[in-house]
C-alpha cells in the first residue's frame, strides 16, 4: 500500500524567504504524485502533479516540486515566500495497481512572517 | 454556478437530527467522492461513486449515507451522528478515477458540528 508522510505539521518562513515543504512517499509500483493547498475555509487546490513525464514539475503561484526516485521524495518549493501563501498544504500519492484513490499526507500548514 | 459547489457551508445539529449535505459538481466529471477532514488528522476518504456506482466505500459508519442520483450530483444523508463526527466534510469530483493523471476537484466543504 502507498502513504505519504510530510515531516513538519509547522513551517514559518519570512516573507521573501525560501519555502520548502517536505514529503516523502512509499510505493512499490511508480507513484503519482500531487500537492495540493487549502486556503482558511475552503477547499482543496490543485498546485501541481507528478505523472512521470518530468522529474521537476512546475505548478501555480511560483511553486514546484521534484520527484527523486532514490530518496523517495517530492518537496515543494519557492523562491520567495509571499504574504499570500500561507495556508496548508498537503501531498498526496497515487498508484496505478490496487487502490487507486488518493491517500494524503497529513498536511503542513505555512506561516509567512512579514 | 463554477467548479464544485457544496451546501450548506456550515451545519450544527443535535445527535438525533437527520440532514443531508449537497454536493453538485459543474466540469462534466464522472466521478464523486465524500472526504472527512477532521483536526490533526489526515484527510479521510469515505465514498467514491463513478457513472453514479459506488465503488468504494471506506468502512463508514451506517450513519452515513451516500447518494448520487447523477454523475453531477452527490449527497451525504446523516442521522443520529456523534459528536466525534464533528469535521468538515469535502466533496470532489474527478473525471477518470482510474487513471493514475487523474486530477480531483475540491467543492469548498461543509463545516459541520454535532451537539
Known amino acids: 500500500a502507498q502513504s505519504v508522510t510530510q515531516l513538519g505539521s509547522h513551517v514559518s518562513v519570512s516573507e521573501g524567504a525560501l519555502v520548502l515543504l517536505r514529503c516523502n512517499y512509499s510505493?512499490?509500483?511508480?507513484?503519482?504524485l500531487f500537492w495540493y493547498v487549502q486556503y482558511p475555509n475552503q477547499g482543496l487546490q490543485l498546485l501541481l502533479k507528478?505523472?512521470?513525464?518530468?522529474?521537476l514539475v512546475k505548478g501555480i503561484n511560483g511553486f514546484e516540486a521534484e520527484f527523486k526516485k532514490s530518496e523517495t521524495s517530492f518537496h515543494l518549493t519557492k523562491p520567495s515566500a509571499h504574504m499570500s501563501d500561507a495556508a496548508e498544504y498537503f501531498c498526496a500519492v497515487r498508484v496505478d495497481t490496487g487502490r487507486r484513490a488518493l491517500t494524503f499526507g497529513s498536511g503542513t500548514r505555512l506561516q509567512v512572517q512579514p | 454556478e463554477t467548479g464544485v459547489t457544496q451546501t450548506p457551508r456550515h451545519l450544527v445539529m443535535g445527535m438525533t437530527n437527520k440532514k443531508s449535505l449537497k454536493c453538485e459538481q459543474h466540469?462534466?466529471?464522472?466521478?464523486m467522492y465524500w472526504y472527512k477532514q477532521s483536526a490533526k488528522k489526515p484527510l479521510e476518504l469515505m465514498f467514491v461513486y463513478n457513472f453514479k456506482e459506488q465503488t468504494e466505500n471506506n468502512s463508514v459508519p451506517s450513519r452515513f449515507s451516500p447518494e448520487c442520483p447523477n454523475s453531477s450530483h452527490l449527497f451525504l444523508h446523516l442521522h443520529t451522528l456523534q459528536p466525534e463526527d464533528s469535521a468538515l466534510y469535502l466533496c470532489?469530483?474527478?473525471?477518470?478515477?482510474?487513471?493514475?493523471?487523474?486530477?480531483?476537484?475540491f467543492g469548498p466543504g461543509t463545516r459541520l458540528t454535532v451537539l
Open positions: 510505493s512499490s509500483v511508480p507513484p503519482y
Open positions: 507528478y505523472t512521470s513525464a518530468a522529474t
Open positions: 466540469l462534466g466529471h464522472n466521478a
Open positions: 470532489a469530483s474527478s473525471q477518470d478515477p482510474g487513471g493514475g493523471t487523474d486530477t480531483q476537484y
